[in-house]
């Protein structure tokens, strides 16, 4: 058994924090990056740092970062939260208020 499984056994808050040179703005796009960030999701590790801690004239690299494990009680939750931000200018909300006053079957 490693520590980070001894800790979920023990239901004990545990964080990561380091300078890990692993840029995560690279996620789409670099092998090595996607298996790093899901074997951390895997073990329930989310990075609480999301904007750059590198910055120079040409890059702004995330590469610096501390983790935190979220443990979730299976029994009594079992879906994580879903947030949505939604911008609507007025003429987004008039198209969509046109559309509704329209029968179904003409839309289509």
Do not use: W
Not at 87 to 103: E, S, W
């Amino acid at each position: 058994m490693n520590i980070i499984d001894y800790l979920k056994v023990e239901n004990k808050q545990c964080y990561i924090m380091g300078d890990f040179n692993i840029n995560l703005t690279n996620y789409g796009s670099h092998t090595e990056t996607q298996d790093y960030i899901d074997a951390m999701f895997q073990h329930s590790f989310i990075p609480l740092i999301n904007k750059p801690t590198r910055i120079t004239t040409t890059t702004a690299t995330v590469i610096d970062n501390i983790y935190i494990a979220i443990i979730y009680l299976v029994q009594i939750i079992r879906h994580m939260e879903l947030f949505i931000q939604i911008f609507l200018t007025l003429t987004n909300i008039l198209l969509t208020k046109q559309i509704n006053d329209t029968k179904v079957d003409t839309v289509i």
